[in-house]
């Protein structure tokens, strides 16, 4: 594992001692993700500082004939940048390409090294009255090249689009170590095949992206949050259509949130409170934004006003203030600790049609609760979106192994369910390694022979983030 | 040309009579496209009424290597549906795919087939209060196929994207004759690589689309319009960044109209009278629309008079009726139809960023002057969009030869300004046959190989829109 390849000498004397990592110590931090639940041993970990010395390490693999994991923040969920377990890969590291390129206020973008963490480029967004609004759980440490490799959403899709619709360029080292730039800093552009698309989504496996033009928006003003309490899902589809009927384009976040959330909420937070006296089966956050003279208090009351005038709305709880606002929103992140504190469980990111989200959700309910009466479902997702974290814990009762084949069966039971109405098992997190197999098996001989012929016309070594998303050769 | 090949007999046969063309008088409609400016002789035009159909067709023409050239409402400014002249290429015309095939008002989503005319399409969406946001000039003739496979942009980018941002799923025709169906009415899907983006702006080379889901917003309920008189592109773009933070997300539409275009729509439409007492070197036509409780005349007014006490604007007309909003878009419709009484002239649909629009402008008109100081540049845009119509007209003094020579060599001579400002030669009209030269003279050898391989992927025989974007093999 010390042990010098030849490979891991000549990067050694390219690039610096500092910028490969062999000690098993050193690379620890870049074997696991969040989901925390794989781990692979890389040939070394190779940290380089500029595009020019990115596209040396690419050109250099391809020569040795070794392959390449790119990785961003590790904050992925399907194990599509963990090097696999044998030694092979080399896990190349964007960390140190972060340097935010350049802003421009006027044409609303800015172009940034695809090593910048998301955060940071939401702060360099927001000295310049702008914001970039990719918003995720991650942003912390979750990094731009990343978000495009794995075309991430998140809290904003609803109003922003995902990060396909939020990039103009992008630059990018082809796998025979070429780079590519493609970043021009233009909001219209209908020159032939738009090459970048193929970047977007495709989770590192065509090519490792260095630097990007994003697009921002000016930053929101004022914001109004509201926790709705609603009786059931058809209901909160019916408040989702009058919401983006009163609201306009300022409607920001529309998120479905079972009761058993709010309570694991309420166990991961302990200073969390019951937010209304009452307690409902369904609650819907809500949150409209704007910059400009819109009276946004008035649009949500003449919406919570209508919403109980026809029977949606049950009860609710409009934030007052900032901090109000932010104790709302506490109860969607506490959730997901809530969760987490459950330990081993089936994460899924699925979509449907939203007009499907009621019956999907009765269907699924009875379907999973049949094959297995002791689980727990926990249901909540992006309404707008029609994405869904269709999760399920498991009965407490199983030990850890057959916990894992237990969640195993029941996500194919799910996908099955999924299938019946035309939906996505992967509406945002990717395949991966972790839903490859169930994405091969939804594909239609046409469509891997193109997937196959495109990962071949950029990656004829096969050496790019092999295995990810289509087998290895 | 009347007489038989194999292909035909053996359509005529599998289809029927009238959906084969072969009457010169009958094929006429389908020569020409709305610049007026070339003809093409096809082997003949047909016509498919269904997917099955249209796929039957292009299976036919890949085992008969004949040559196709699909095509919609030709309405497109680069030759890229028109037949070529030597009697090789069958026309396949979509219009018989004209069916709306589903609505779905709660996932703002609309399924149709390919042929469908953009206004229909619009008109359907209305009638469940939805808008398909896309509006061109040439709605009431393009074909949401036409507009997939250019990406069509259009007056309402800057609020709601272009097609590419529309489109959710498409059914697709491959060059072999299979039926691909990516029909998906998903928000938000991620799995592996996203192959409609490749068909979205390839005008055709890779595939006929023939069907597509497409993305719906609530009907705007209110909007408001103004045209404002403003002395400097540079204070134009100072405007526009005031209305981005002022109007929230409500700006539909930013544009810039010269002193003359407003002259050349008075014109055009001699009942138009001069918008303001006095004259402006420069007019921003703009408008901001929205659903739900928003004072959009406030917000007006309230840009309007920051504009003015920042000296942006000179003066200005709030249109306090539709039919005022009406009559100051008749300027903006009027001053197309001036341009074209003044005969042949150069269109350009370049790009290059929002923040370089004031040094570009001026730049190329010195360029441009310096070169033929008896022309006349007509420079309109979409501000928003950084996309300019940066045309010319020719001396009048010229003959029609040499008009064609002169506005060539003038475009050659813009194109090399916009190089400098790493602008698009094609933000909206594509490359077709008529960009052609200037695009692959600016196409890296790396594009090149990459544009070759994806063409070669879907379409190893070469026959499918062979020659447009591409030279065929």
């Known amino acids: 594992m010390s042990d010098d390849t030849p490979l891991l000498a000549i990067l050694v004397q390219r690039l610096s001692e500092r910028a490969v990592l062999r000690d098993p110590e050193d690379q620890a931090r870049y074997l696991s993700d969040w989901a925390g639940d794989r781990l692979g041993m890389p040939l070394a970990v190779v940290r380089p500082a500029s595009t020019a010395e990115l596209a040396e390490v690419v050109n250099l693999c391809g020569e040795h004939g070794v392959a390449m994991t790119p990785q961003g923040g590790h904050s992925g969920l399907v194990a599509g940048a963990l090097p696999a377990s044998d030694g092979s890969e080399l896990v190349i590291s964007l960390e140190r390409l972060n340097r935010v390129r350049d802003i421009d206020p006027v044409n609303f973008t800015m172009t940034v090294d695809a090593g910048c963490i998301l955060e940071t480029v939401k702060q360099a967004a927001a000295e310049h009255d702008c914001d970039f609004p990719l918003a995720l759980g991650a942003q912390g440490s979750c990094q731009i090249g990343g978000n495009i490799a794995t075309n991430a959403g998140g809290l904003n899709v609803l109003r922003h689009g995902m990060m396909r619709q939020l990039v103009l360029g992008l630059e990018v080292v082809l796998p025979d170590g070429r780079v590519w730039n493609g970043l ?25 992206v260095s630097g ?22 058809e209901a909160v589809i019916d408040l989702y259509v009058l919401a983006r009927r009163g609201c306009s384009d300022l409607l920001t976040a529309f998120e479905l949130i079972p009761r058993r959330c709010i309570e694991l909420a309420m166990e991961a937070t302990p200073s969390l409170r019951d937010p209304m006296d009452d307690a409902h ?7 409209v934004a704007a910059t400009g003279p819109v009276d946004l208090g008035v649009m949500l009351e003449q919406l919570l006003e209508q919403g109980m005038e026809d029977e949606l709305i049950l009860n609710g709880v409009l934030a007052s203030s900032e901090s109000q606002s932010q104790q709302l929103w506490q109860f969607r992140e506490s959730m997901l600790e809530g969760q987490r504190l459950r330990g081993e469980h089936l994460r899924t990111d699925i979509s449907v ?66 299938d019946g109405f035309d939906g996505s098992i992967s509406a945002e997190h990717g395949i991966g390694r972790t839903k490859q197999a169930a994405y091969l098996s939804r594909l239609s001989p046409m469509e891997l022979e193109l997937a196959r012929g495109i990962k071949t016309l950029f990656d004829p070594d096969g050496l790019m983030n092999a295995g990810r998303i289509l087998p290895a050769r």
């Open 353 to 418: 049609p939203i007009s499907a989200i009621p019956a999907f959700v009765t269907q699924a309910t009875e379907v999973v609760m049949a094959a297995s009466p002791d689980c727990e479902i926990i249901a909540y997702g992006h309404v707008g979106d029609g994405n869904l974290h269709f999760n399920i814990l498991p009965p407490s009762t199983l030990d850890d192994e057959a916990k894992h084949d237990h969640l195993h069966a029941l996500e194919a039971t799910l996908f099955e369910v999924l």
């Open 212 to 233: 990007a033009v994003l697009k921002l928006v000016p930053k929101a003003e004022q914001s109004r949050t509201a926790l709705l309490g609603v009786s059931s899902v």
């Open 281 to 287: 089966p369904w609650y819907v956050l809500m949150e």
């Open 184 to 208: 021009h800093a233009l909001h219209k552009d209908n020159r032939g095949v738009d090459l970048k698309q193929l970047f977007l989504g495709s989770e590192g496996t065509l090519g490792i």
